[in-house]
């Protein structure tokens, strides 16, 4: 019954934008590190960013720094993903992922450090 639910995915033209949606459900999410993954098919699961619980900041991988903002409503239990100026390559199912634990810069993207994650949402970005 600890889970988190995703939503938010869908079909978006190059250059558009989306707001991936992850909610807890059985738990606190306001002190958990949280962490965002994506894979493609046939491809291994990506790192995409994280907001460490120890000291509440946030960091990106080099492919969507700038483009992607990871953010939380504490009173929703929800973390958020926008995404701006989607690019093809950004097709692939995004994860969310939470840590009760001390999440740290140096181990946020591993996804061995996460206790729950959501079940997935699809992106395609296509003409």
């Known amino acids: 019954q600890l889970q988190l639910v995703e939503s938010g995915g869908g079909l978006v033209q190059p250059g558009g934008s989306l707001r991936l949606s992850c909610v807890a459900s059985?738990?606190?999410?306001?002190?958990?590190?949280i962490g965002w993954f994506r894979q493609a098919p046939g491809e291994e699961r990506e790192w995409i960013g994280c907001?460490?619980?120890?000291?509440?900041?946030?960091y990106y991988t080099d492919s969507v720094k700038g483009r992607f903002t990871m953010s939380r409503d504490n009173g929703k239990n929800t973390v958020y993903l926008q995404m701006n100026r989607l690019k093809p390559e950004d097709t692939a199912s995004y994860y969310c992922?939470?840590?009760?634990?001390?999440?740290?810069?140096?181990?946020?993207?591993?996804?061995?450090?996460?206790?729950?994650w959501g079940q997935g949402t699809q992106v395609t970005v296509s003409s």
């Open positions: 059985g738990f606190t999410l306001d002190y958990f590190g």
């Open positions: 907001v460490s619980n120890s000291n509440g900041r946030s």
């Open positions: 992922a939470a840590d009760k634990g001390p999440l740290l810069q140096a181990t946020c993207a591993d996804p061995d450090e996460y206790d729950y």
